[in-house]
């Protein structure tokens, strides 16, 4: 079945670090890959997405890649703000069912 | 984008009641879905609502446990039967807007005494 590994947190940043986050994924065909945030106390927020090997998603300054060769789809902002403390999780889902596999999160704290 | 609303947003529970959770959507979608999110877990597919059937139920769980009504295309109810303290979680139910991506409510907040 499919499955999605990411880092494990907790990961502490001091503010304009660099920030990665790793994820891998096993799938059977090929899959849509995505990137949700969720800030402390809501529910969560489509961040980015890839839809086929090679597509960079984007967003708010957050860019994943999409590499069919590696199946990854890390996670990377060069420069972190106090408002990117948050969990992030990654997930892909495959076929016209359109269910998505979460990986576990990873808790993002940014300190000042 | 789709708007989606959640019903209550949280609530406290004692066990052996039953609580039933609403979403609603502010246009029609082509999927729903309702998620579980665990303390500090992630998130896992409880079962995707389809619109005047059966819902489709996920490995582990089961109609009698979670009921589930799609009377139309911008409603759904998750029913949380016969809680436990072990049903404590974060119920989010989330759309299909004619992409592939998914779109979240903000959950409901479920304690269980």
């Known amino acids: 079945g499919n499955s999605v590994t990411q880092m494990e947190g907790p990961v502490t940043l001091s503010e304009e670090a660099f920030l990665t986050i790793n994820c891998t994924y096993t799938a059977t065909g090929y899959p849509s890959l995505f990137w949700y945030v969720q800030y402390p106390g809501e529910g969560l927020q489509l961040l980015l997405k890839?839809?086929?090997?090679?597509d960079k998603g984007s967003n708010k300054g957050f860019e994943a890649t999409y590499r069919k060769e590696t199946t990854s789809f890390h996670l990377e902002k060069g420069s972190v703000q106090v408002s990117d403390s948050a969990v992030y999780f990654c997930a892909l889902s495959e076929g016209s069912n359109y269910k998505l596999t979460f990986g576990k999160g990873t808790l993002l704290t940014v300190n000042p | 984008s789709a708007v989606i609303s959640q019903k209550p947003s949280r609530d406290i529970c004692q066990r052996g009641t039953s609580l039933t959770i609403q979403c609603q959507v502010d246009?029609?979608?082509?999927?729903m879905f309702w998620y579980r999110q665990q303390p500090g877990q992630s998130l896992t597919l409880i079962a995707t609502?389809?619109?005047?059937?059966?819902?489709?139920?996920e490995s582990g769980f089961v109609i009698d446990k979670f009921p589930i009504s799609r009377p139309n295309l911008t409603f759904s109810t998750l029913t949380v039967s016969n809680m436990s303290p072990e049903d404590s979680s974060i119920y989010l139910c989330?759309?299909?807007?004619?992409?592939?991506?998914?779109?979240f409510g903000p959950g409901t907040r479920l304690t269980v005494l």
């Open positions: 989330s759309v299909t807007a004619g992409g592939n991506e998914q779109f």
């Open positions: 890839a839809t086929k090997a090679d």
């Open positions: 246009s029609q979608v082509t999927m």
């Open positions: 609502a389809n619109q005047g059937s059966e819902a489709t139920y």
